[in-house]
Structure formats: C-alpha cells, structure tokens
C-alpha cells in the first residue's frame, strides 16, 4: 500500500493545511490539475471537538467520524474529491484514530455531536470506556514501546486498536472515504499505535473506487506518521513494511545543511545511505505543520530564500514522494487559521500574480515551486547524473537527459560553465521567470553543441536557486 495512483504526467503532493472542501475543488481545477501536482494532503475529515480559541489543532481531537468540520460538509467532501479526481489530482486523507479527545467540559463537536470526555464516553461512534487504554496514563518515556502506545499523548484519550470493535469502526471509518474516491491516508500518530494492529487494519480496507479512474485491485495509499530522527525505542523500520513512512530526517538534514551546518556537496549520496528509509517507502517534506511552528532548526515560508533552495533541492531529486507543505501565516505556536469572527474559515483570495491573500500563504503557489513541480514531471523516471560541487555549498546536477538544476548555498557568486545534459538549445530558468508566450521572463540559459552553459547564481539575487528542463524552452 505505498503506491500513490497518480495520474501519468502528476507529481508531487500538497499539504492544503486548513482549506475547505469547496476552495480545494476549485484549486483542483483552476491551478492543481493544470500545473500537474499528483494529490492533495487535506486536514482530517472527521468531526472534531470544537476549542474556544479555535486552534488548528483542535481538528487532531475527534469526537466523531462523521464529516463534519470547519473544512465543510460530507456532501462537500465527496463533491471536492470528484472534481478533484477529475482534474487528475488525488486526495489522500488525514486520519486521527489513535486517539479521540482531551479532557473538556461539556465536549461538543463541529457537527454537534457531544461526549462525556471525562467518562470515556463518544456516542457519535460509539465509544466507551472499554474502547480505550483505561485507566490512562501519560506518554513519559520514550525508551519504552508500551508507554508511547499504550499511553495518552498529550491527554488525548487512547483508543485500544487490538480490540475487534475498535477496529471495525475504524476500518469502517476510512472504507467510506475510500468509496468516497479518495487514493489514501496519512495516518496521524501511527508511532503511538502497534504495527500488528495497524497492518491488520490496513489489510482490511476496500480497494480504491474504480469510479474514480482508479485501476481495478488498486490498494488505497497509505502514509504513516512515524517521527524517528534515531534515538527512541520505536523505529521508522517496524512500519515501512505495509506502507509507507513519513522520513522526518529528510527535512532535518536539508534544513541544517542550508542553515550553514554541513556542506551541500555531501548531498552527492543523498538517500538510503544517509540512514533514510527506501525512496519507495518514504514520503519526504521540508516542513510539516507541526514541525512549521515546533521545531525551529526546520525551513519553513519564514526563511524564504533558504526555503525556495530547500524545496527546489527536494522536487529536483528522485528520492522519495515529495510533499509540499502550503501554510496558512501565523506569528504563535496556537495561532488560528485564517477565519471570521465567528469561526468560519476563509477562502484564499487568489492575486493577479497567482499568488494568495486573506492570511494563506500558499508556498505551491509560489513560481519557485510550482515550476519545480513541472520539473518533477519533466524528470520523471530518471536518476541523479553529472554531478558537480564546487568542494562547498554550490552544487549541480542532472536528471538524464531531461532536467538540470544548480543551487548556490555559498555565500559568494556561482559563475561557471557546466555541463547540463540537455540537448542544445536555448532555455527557460523556470527558477528566476515563466515561459510566457514562448518568450522567458527570467535568466536564458543557452546550452551549446557540447551540452554546456555559462551558468550564473549571484548572492545578490531573489533565489539560490536555477533550473532547466526539457519543458521549458525557448
Ligand atoms: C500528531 N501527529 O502524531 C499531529 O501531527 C499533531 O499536530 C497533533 O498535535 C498530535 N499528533 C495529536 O493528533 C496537535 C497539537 C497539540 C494538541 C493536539 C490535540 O500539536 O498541541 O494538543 O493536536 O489537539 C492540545 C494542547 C495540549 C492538550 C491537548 C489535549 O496543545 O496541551 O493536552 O490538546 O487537550
Ligand atoms: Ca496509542
């Protein structure tokens, strides 16, 4: 369960952190499908207990699985996933069932379901008591496999997977997703749970809806949550065997490295043998939402520059599926999602640049990065080749034939000639400006008989960053 069933000529997942159902479908059609992204990450479905300040991460505390949220209605879902599959754009769901909610008096849901919290008690499902790891203990230790997983994490009550009822109403859960049309799950918290119980539940969803344009026999994609940057009990390696695993080190070592701590020219190896998990097995990311407002040593839109390399860097390298993190601005750890003053979310706003307003940040928006989406494709099926370093932080390479990008991480000029891979002729830096009406509005690169090109990444410059694709010629 680690295939994603893109669309041929797709590639790349976005993260639409917070959006609604509605402004997802319309993104699908307007933006997505065109510049061929594979699939969107959309926030969790199920009904939530609402929190007075209306934090993002009340949606990580279900009260319910029916779908309703501030994202919208069920009706809505299974309206976004249609045109969104439509639009050769796959929607991969965030799933919560380790757990349902903390401690709150008088709990009640974004559908209006309510719950006794204190008592262990969400007749939405129903759950009782018995459901969970009661009485319930807190996660303390994490040299200790039972306590991450049998225990509550940050007081959120602990559902108990081993037990057949709990997973019937959860393989129930996500089944109608997959009739839904959906291509798969990112499944929160999957550390804290038992693999057995996971491949058990995993084993028993329903192939994908061939409704949908889906093959026929095809298995719903699954992506766990497994944070492992070594050092705990629990291993990334006790997942990646019936689905695939989130590899946090990818967006660790990219960040550190850009933020001056290890040369780029290590990157040459870049992969497995850094202690990652098979590129088939991985789904990689820069940032994540959490990691965007917890860890300060990760890049995020913040650092914007830096950002740009970090994600060009991902999306120009084969290994593993690439996961675009689109953010809503925020200045605090709690900081709303863009809403009214009474709690509705708010669509983005869409500028004449193509970029977002009212809050949304939209990074997939960014020319930087939607270009580099298009270059995925462009490479796609092909290897790192012809690299080259300058024994620093300016680095280069090809894919095939058909792609070359450089990226000055140094704190002085790129100028060089290098030898790009593409045939002659004259190119696009789809970093620096678009191809409009077959004319560039950025850097022209001019690759010669031998396949060469003066290259030029000044510090000065907006972007660190310059790439050509077979895409994108003049
Ligand atoms: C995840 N992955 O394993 C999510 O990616 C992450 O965003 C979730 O935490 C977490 N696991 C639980 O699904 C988020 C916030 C927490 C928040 C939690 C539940 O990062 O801060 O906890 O969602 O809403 C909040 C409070 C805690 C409180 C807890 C229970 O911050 O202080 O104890 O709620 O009331
Ligand atoms: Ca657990």
Redesign the pocket.
Known sequence: QKELHYVPGHDGMVHLFEWKWHDIADECERFLGPMGFGGVQVSPIQENVI?GSRPW??R??PISYKWYTRSGTPDEFREMVRRCNNAGVRIYVDV?F??M????DNAKGTGGTTADTHGFSYPGVPYSQYDFHYPPCAINNYQDPANVRNCE????HDLDQSKEYVREKIVNFLNEAVDAGVAGFRV??A??MWPEDLKTIFSRLKNLNPEHHFPSDARPYIVQ?V?DYGGEAISKYEYNSFGAVTEFRYGMEISNSLNGNNPLKWFVNWGEAWGLLPSQDALVFID???TQR?NPNILTYKSSKLYKMAVAFMLAHPYGTARIMSSFKFDTFDANPPQDSVGNLLSPTINPDDTCGNGWVCEHRWRQIYNMVRFRNAANNTDVNNWWDNGQNQIAFCRGNAGFIAINGDKYDLKQTLFTCVEPGTYCDVISGNLENNKCTGKVVTVDQDRKAYIEIPLNQEDGVLAIHRGAKV
């Not at 909610?101 to 709150?104: A, E, I, K, L, R």
């Not at 994490?153 to 959120?156: A, I």
């Open positions: 929190v991460w009340e990580y505390q919560v380790n757990h909610t903390g401690d709150h994490l940050v007081g959120l929160d918290a550390k804290h949550e944070i994540n939402h959490d917890g």
